[in-house]
């Protein structure tokens, strides 16, 4: 009997859940462009029944037939009341997205809220996205301990950072060349005129939301684009008030094992020096800076200072800032081999034993301010200011030449190099909705202020007296005046860029109010104006007198003014010496750079197909003026229109699986430093530029496999294909006393030039004999460069 009842009251039970109906929807956050919400209060009014939403925004309730009200809340928002019907086995489906509400609450205890820099969130945007795109938070970069934003970059899949190469990336194996960065979507301009790019190993980690990265070209970037497009989202402060302050210390392993560690003279340790050279340096020698090296205490530290609050102004406005300060340094320590170029046999022209004393300071200063109008109207304001140095004091020893200087070894050559950049960064922001949420309106405007100096460079070579290897007795080089100089340059880069974005959505679904695609128009510019200027003091040796040997630890005791009046040495610059009005004139670069482009793209879901059609038309203009030692009083100009389709399409084969494919057209553009003809100087190579230089043609294919198998879980397969025309390439040729790298964009005519000029200095040596070919180069004022003449 009882085997019976309960056998009753089970079949009861089931029939009673069979009649039963269910309610269920997705709940999205209006303030965040839709996305899913995630933890919003779900309940049945009068009633005991409810839930809340998953990391997805969706929810299930289970109910009785009848005629209930649905009640959606979340803190801060809007509670929406939503009356419904439902019957025995429907499956309702309610939808609905909330609003940020403008009523000030007090007394209220958060238990749990979702941060939009998560990994969860990041992840649920890219499943979202039809493009392809990874992105890091400020969430997973705190868990990983991440103090700059090269280093963040650097934790995501297919990107890796080259230690030594001032925060430069490699995105697929492609450099600096191939790869753009932009905060806010705006540009940012390079920190160093050898480089492209900022080195994004400036920007502290407590200023980012989350960054950006676009593998696949994107229409609304520039261009000029190969590898990957890197975008810093700064913070938006959001919440009540704070304010926190914290110090750090620490000690790197390398250098604290030093048992001196060495810097040179003249930078400050907080990095905000800037030496000038001496008025008159031709009549006396009257530097300020020593020339010994400085022993220091290498210990790491840092401190921040940050706070921000947020207001309600009317009934639905809000209006929130963000302040963050910081200062850090740090001290590093290397040593390896150093080689330049290998002769025929295998056999290095210069064979270098490095040691590296590195030393880096970063101040970082930040605020912003979001006025969020009412729901459909935003506008902020971000300005930034840092100031980051970098500290080198190298010094080699071994062979510098195994033609003529230092053959057997025991040569020295010491660099100390200090290098300073400021960087202002201001950007006005807007976000509006208009027309019933049909058409969204984005803009940006910035100006872009960037300062780099390379203040008394400081380079030294010393040869052994006897060609004996021995360190303990040397003399000054005198193979060419370049070879114990001073260098003083300074770059400035000013930009003004604005981006202008219209969308107007499309294909209306009459059940739930969304749009199936929508169509963009667009415009963007950008214009620049950069500078260079750069003055070397040469010191030639004079090869007359009888000349003392070099104390290694004080180097000041020879280059001083007794030694100049004594006529043991002479100062030149690259435009002559004392008598000449223009010795002291600097060498220079620099010129405009405009690039304005229009765009349109069509985007549209084909049931479970996304498709993103796009064409972008860039007019380039690139006008370089320069006047250096090489070549002087030249102008060059550079114009061109591209015209760059992209197609990109997404297909979903279920909940969690995606099929990503793009395929586009882009441009890589010269640099004004590859297309001027200065001489930079390195250790063991010599880089000029080429005035002819034009933008090369890239083809970009991609397809990639998505699995979202986990809340915050993805696994994804992808592969790529890239065919660049006309690639921009570096040429190293030997010449007499060091290598030439010179920029050259891979066409037959400029391999011809350089294999006629090697042919020249074939010649050259067969008339002259080996012997009398050096002694004939050995007394120039540079290096031979055998693609200029004289």
């Known amino acids: 009997m009882k085997t019976k009842s309960l056998l009753f009251l089970f079949l009861f039970s089931a029939l009673s859940w069979a009649q039963n109906g269910t309610v269920s929807g997705i709940i999205l956050d209006k303030e965040y462009n839709n996305e899913p919400l995630a933890f919003a209060n779900i309940s049945v009014k009068g009633t005991k029944y409810g839930s809340s939403t998953d990391m997805d925004g969706k929810y299930s309730i289970s109910l009785k037939p009848g005629s209930y009200t649905l009640i959606v809340a979340f803190l801060g928002y809007e509670t929406a009341e939503i009356p419904f019907t439902v019957k025995a086995g429907e499956r309702k489906k309610i939808d609905y997205t909330l609003e940020a509400s403008g009523v000030q609450l007090s007394d209220v205890v958060l238990v749990h809220t979702v941060s939009k820099e998560s990994e969860t969130a990041l992840l649920q945007e890219q499943q979202k996205a039809v493009e392809i795109k990874q992105a890091i938070g400020a969430e997973e970069i705190s868990k990983k301990g991440i103090s700059d934003v090269a280093a963040a970059v650097a934790k995501t899949t297919g990107i890796s950072k080259q230690e030594g190469s001032g925060g430069g990336l490699f995105v697929r194996g492609l450099g600096d060349r191939y790869n753009s960065t932009t905060m806010n979507g705006l540009p940012l301009p390079s920190n160093n005129p050898s480089k492209k790019n900022i080195d994004l190993g400036i920007f502290s980690t407590d200023i980012v939301e989350y960054i950006g990265i676009d593998k696949t070209y994107s229409y609304k970037n520039y261009g000029d684009f190969g590898g990957a497009n890197i975008d810093i989202v700064s913070k938006n402060y959001r919440g009540s008030g704070l304010f926190e302050i914290g110090t750090g210390m620490g000690v790197n392993s390398n250098a604290i094992n030093q048992e001196n560690f060495y810097l040179q003279d003249g930078p400050s340790a907080f990095g905000f020096s800037n030496e000038k050279y001496p008025n008159n340096p031709f009549s006396g020698y009257n530097f300020n800076t020593s020339w010994n090296k400085q022993a220091t205490k290498p210990v790491n530290g840092s401190l921040y200072l940050r706070g921000g609050d947020s207001y309600n102004i009317g009934e639905n406005g809000k209006l929130s800032f963000f302040l963050n300060g910081s200062f850090d340094n740090g001290y590093n320590y290397k040593e390896g081999v150093a080689r330049g170029s290998v002769s025929t046999q295998g056999v290095a022209k210069r064979d270098l034993y490095k040691k590296s004393f590195n030393y880096t300071t970063n101040t970082n200063l930040m605020g912003n301010v979001n006025y969020k109008i009412n729901s459909n109207h935003t506008i902020s304001f971000n300005s930034m200011m840092i100031n ?279 441009y890589t553009l010269p640099q004004f430093k590859e297309r001027a003809p200065f001489q930079f100087e390195d250790v063991t190579t010599l880089y000029v530029g080429n005035p002819d230089l034009y933008s090369s043609t890239n083809y970009n294919v991609d397809v990639k496999w998505e699995y979202f198998f986990g809340k915050g879980e993805l696994f994804s397969v992808g592969t790529f294909g890239k065919m660049i025309q006309n690639p921009i390439n570096e040429v190293t040729i030997a010449s007499a006393t060091n290598d030439i790298s010179y920029i050259n964009t891979g066409e037959q005519r400029y391999l011809d030039q350089y294999l006629d000029v090697l042919a020249e200095l074939v010649n050259e040596v067969s008339d002259l004999g080996p012997e009398a070919f050096l002694d004939k180069n050995r007394n120039i004022s540079t290096p031979r460069n055998p693609l200029v003449s004289g």
């Open 388 to 666: 980051s140095t970098t500290q080198k004091h190298e010094e080699y020893t071994g062979t510098i030449d195994i033609f003529d200087i230092a053959p057997n070894g025991g040569g020295f050559i010491r660099r100390s190099d200090f290098d300073r950049t400021t960087l202002l960064v201001n950007q006005l922001l807007g976000s509006h909705k208009l027309f019933k949420d049909r058409v969204d309106f984005n803009w940006g405007l910035s100006y872009n202020d960037m300062n780099n100096v390379v203040p008394d460079r400081m380079v030294n070579t010393f040869i052994p007296v006897d060609d004996d290897g021995d360190l303990n007795i040397l003399m000054p080089s005198q193979n060419n005046r370049s070879e114990n100089h001073r260098f003083f340059s300074e770059l400035k880069d000013q930009e003004l860029a604005g981006n202008f974005v219209l969308d107007y959505k499309i294909g209306k679904n009459k059940e739930d109010d969304t749009f199936k695609g929508k169509l963009t128009a667009g415009y963007s510019a950008r214009y620049k104006e950069l500078n260079f200027g750069a003055t070397q003091f040469n010191f030639d040796i004079n090869q007359s007198v009888d000349q003392p040997t070099i104390d290694l630890n004080n180097i000041d005791g020879y280059f001083n003014n007794t030694n100049f009046n004594n006529g043991n040495f002479s100062i030149f610059t690259f435009n002559g010496g004392i008598g000449n009005p223009i010795a002291l004139k600097p060498q220079t670069f620099g010129g405009e750079q405009l690039i304005s482009a229009g765009f349109g793209a069509f985007e549209y879901q084909f049931n479970k197909l996304f498709v993103i059609a796009s064409v972008r038309g860039e007019y380039i203009l690139q006008d370089i003026n320069f006047d250096t030692a090489i070549k002087p009083f030249g102008k060059n100009k550079f114009e061109a229109i591209e015209v760059l389709p992209s197609l990109t399409a997404k297909y979903e084969l279920n909940e969690k699986q995606n099929i990503k494919a793009a395929g586009s057209k882009t």
